[in-house]
């Protein structure tokens, strides 16, 4: 009787040795940033909460439009013709290239805004 309590407890103990060195994987479904570029227009801007609002044509046509919220940080290179601006400078209805980012929560933040 001894015997097999010994025998359990080996069989325990190298079971919680095989459990404790298993690796730990967690199943999470991370996506990627994606980056995009699109040419259109700003509609607006928002200087206190470092936004702007800017249309982008959705298809060759030029006939549909994406209004698109982004956020401009202090990563955001602003440029017109080889010169840096700042937030402030963009206008409304000022022409525009801008390389942006879309996190998997649907945000959109700038990485560069180029004046045409």
Request: glycine residues 2%; contains cysteine.
């Amino acid at each position: 009787m001894i015997k097999l309590h010994r025998i359990t407890l080996c069989i325990l103990c190298l079971v919680a040795s095989a459990i404790v060195n298993l690796p730990v994987t967690f199943s999470q479904n991370i996506t990627e940033p994606v980056i995009k570029e699109a040419s259109g227009k700003i509609l607006s801007v928002n200087i206190l909460d470092s936004t702007v609002v800017a249309r982008f044509s959705s298809d060759e046509t030029g006939e549909s439009y994406n209004d698109v919220m982004l956020s401009v940080d202090s990563d955001t290179l602003i440029t017109s013709q080889d010169s840096s601006l700042a937030i402030s400078d963009l206008k409304p209805e000022s022409k525009v290239v801008i390389v942006y980012e879309t996190n998997s929560d649907g945000q959109n933040t700038a990485k560069s805004i180029m004046v045409r």
